[in-house]
């Protein structure tokens, strides 16, 4: 664990991992249904419903980002352009006083698909990563990754417990102010992974 601590990009990495894994946990896995049901009214039937039109948008999003990277002949500017989209869906929930029912679930929906970012950030891992740590540092990210799981989903709640009335449901404001902290967060550690350098699926010259 020591060498895998001492790996150079590992610094860099650790941020992205801590919040990449994050989007879909936190609104399809915490917040997504009572954020439909405390600003929308939506029953338990109607959330279900939306949930797995986000689940449908994860799986979607995951089929997508393999032929992304080949055509881009890019892991690191994949995940940036996908982590962009997340933090702009995000942004627009935040930002809109009332974006409706089929407006928010439509952003929602968008989260996900752009969500599942790890598939190739994880390629992009195993490619900077030596073999004989390989192992070892994969795991390191993951548990980076899960970690950051279990913060922003509990960070959020504590942004909602102020904005939450005696029959335990989050006021609208409450719920904008966590989708524009987690959208800030998303934008922020991209910095770190800007200097990261780009390990390309093919060689430049097959790109001829």
Excluded at 119 to 126: D, E, G, Y
Aim: proline share 6%; net charge positive.
């Amino acid at each position: 664990l020591g060498e895998v601590l001492r790996l150079p990009h590992l610094p860099r990495m650790a941020p992205v991992a801590f919040v990449l894994f994050t989007p879909m946990m936190v609104l399809i896995g915490a917040w997504g249904g009572p954020y439909m049901r405390d600003v929308f009214g939506m029953d338990a039937a109607e959330r279900g419903n939306l949930l797995f039109a986000m689940m449908v948008a994860v799986t979607a999003g995951l089929l997508a980002y393999g032929p992304i990277e080949r055509i881009a002949n890019s892991r690191k500017w994949v995940v940036i352009g996908g982590a962009v989209g997340v933090a702009a869906c995000l942004a627009v929930l935040a930002a809109l006083p009332a974006p409706g029912l089929w407006g928010a679930g439509a952003l929602l929906v968008g989260a996900c698909f752009f969500g599942p970012l790890y598939v190739v950030f994880m390629a992009h891992c195993r490619a900077l990563f030596p073999m004989h740590l390989m192992g070892r540092a994969m795991t390191m990210v993951t548990l980076v990754g899960v970690l950051g799981i279990v913060s922003l989903q509990f960070g959020f709640g504590v942004i909602l417990g102020f904005f939450t009335d005696a029959a335990g449901r989050a006021d609208a404001v409450g719920y904008r102010l966590g989708f524009a902290c987690h959208a800030a967060i998303f934008l922020l550690v991209l910095l770190s992974y800007l200097r990261v350098p780009d390990m390309r699926p093919r060689p430049a010259s097959d790109d001829a």
